[in-house]
């Protein structure tokens, strides 16, 4: 399955297509009889959030999602006090150009991670983009899905102390 990734996401990490060989998602993922529901990423929001690692096959579904952060907030988009955007994140390109790589622990819908290989003013290729929900916002957590990964390991991005 990790194959499909790469097919649908040729600049997808090398880190990521590890990780996704070893575990194939954690929300509600059956491996031979067991099912697992593990947060996996912790969060710069707080030590009570974290993040589910998609499968591949969630990956893959994910890009179905043509939609830019331009034509789904339009008008919205001068209105800070409904939405704030990074300015290395390009709001005119679809999302499903971004690789989305993680759901938050209420299934995605207060706050996804994903890799962006079309950022603009200086950001990095890869850089990884947090989307938080009210009030909306996406931020570039990171320059590259290692540096983010190299975060957690350094803490600065808590993990979800009871779930560990």
């Not at 969060?43 to 990956?59: A, N, P, Q, R, T």
């Not at 893959?60 to 409904?82: P, T, V």
């Not at 709001?91 to 819908?109: D, Q």
Request: hydrophobic residues 35%.
């Amino acid at each position: 399955m990790h194959l499909q990734v790469y097919c649908v996401y040729p600049d997808c990490p090398v880190t990521l297509i590890e990780l996704l060989k070893r575990v194939d998602g954690t929300y509600w993922r059956k491996y031979e009889d067991t099912t697992i529901s593990c947060l996996l990423f912790g969060s710069d929001v707080g030590e009570d959030f974290g993040y589910y690692l998609l499968s591949c096959d969630d990956i893959i579904e994910e890009n179905k999602h043509n939609q830019s952060i331009a034509d789904d907030y339009g008008e919205w988009l001068e209105e800070e006090d409904i939405i704030s955007i990074d300015d290395r994140i390009n709001i005119h390109i679809a999302m499903n150009k971004r690789l989305c790589f993680a759901h938050c622990m209420n299934n995605g819908g207060t706050s996804i991670l994903y890799i962006d290989f079309d950022p603009i003013n200086g950001g990095k290729i890869g850089q990884v983009i947090r989307y938080l929900h009210d009030p909306d916002s996406y931020i570039v957590l990171a320059d590259s899905f290692d540096e983010y990964l190299e975060r957690l390991t350094q803490t600065d991005y808590q993990f979800v102390p009871q779930y560990c």
